[in-house]
Every structure is written in structure tokens, then in C-alpha cells.
């Protein structure tokens, strides 16, 4: 969600964080438990973030989430998940752009949150 020019600048370094796997979708089905699985193998295995940062993250980013519309919540999920914009478009009736503008608005909405550590 962040720029690779803005990473290079403040030092850090944006990853998929769930693996991207046909087939797989998060909450409620038989994988999820899989992706959020990887996705706090991830997180421990983080040597880069203070540790207050992720605490931080940990914390924050569920119930930033919990904030989201249940579609956008999806659209998050599947972004997260390394899907293209692409795809995402043509999973949720959007057109590319759109998708790219929630990408921006997810980014906006999660640093007024605080999500900025």
C-alpha cells in the first residue's frame, strides 16, 4: 500500500504477508485458519520492526479492520493476499482504477487510524 520510493526513504520494506494460493479465501472458510496462520508466522518472524511497532500493528490493524464495511474488509483480505488489482477488480464488479483508489483510500484511512508507528 505504501510507495517503494516512500520504503526506500523511511527505511523499511513492504512483503506479502499471506502467500497467494488458488483457491484460497480468508474468514470462514477451510484455509483461512491456514492464511492467518502464515500471516503471524510473519509477524514473528519480523526482525526489522521495533518491537512496540508490532505490538502496535498487532493491535491496531484487527480492529482497524473491524471498521470496514464486510466488502472492503474482502478487498483488503485479498490485497493483502497478493492478488492483483486485476483479479480483485473482476472479483468484486470494480474496474481497476477503482480498486487502485481504495488502495489509496485503505493507505489514508489506516494512517488516521494511527496506523503510522
Known amino acids: 500500500m505504501t510507495s517503494p520510493a516512500a520504503q526506500r526513504r523511511r527505511g523499511f520494506r513492504v512483503e506479502e504477508l499471506l502467500p497467494s494460493a488458488a483457491g484460497e479465501r480468508p474468514h470462514g472458510e477451510p484455509s483461512g485458519q491456514r492464511r492467518q496462520d ?35 474488509h474482502q478487498v483488503v483480505d ?22 487502485s483508489q481504495l488502495r489509496r ?11 503510522e508507528v
Open 38 to 72: 502464515a500471516f503471524e508466522e510473519r509477524l514473528r518472524d519480523n526482525t526489522q520492526s521495533p518491537v512496540i511497532a508490532q505490538v502496535v500493528f498487532r493491535l491496531d490493524f484487527r480492529a482497524w479492520l473491524g471498521t470496514l464495511a464486510e466488502r472492503n
Open 78 to 99: 485479498d490485497l493483502m493476499a497478493g492478488e492483483g488489482t486485476g483479479d480483485v477488480a473482476r472479483k468484486f464488479g470494480l474496474s481497476p482504477g477503482r480498486v
Open 105 to 115: 483510500q485503505f493507505q489514508d484511512d489506516w494512517d488516521a487510524f494511527g496506523g
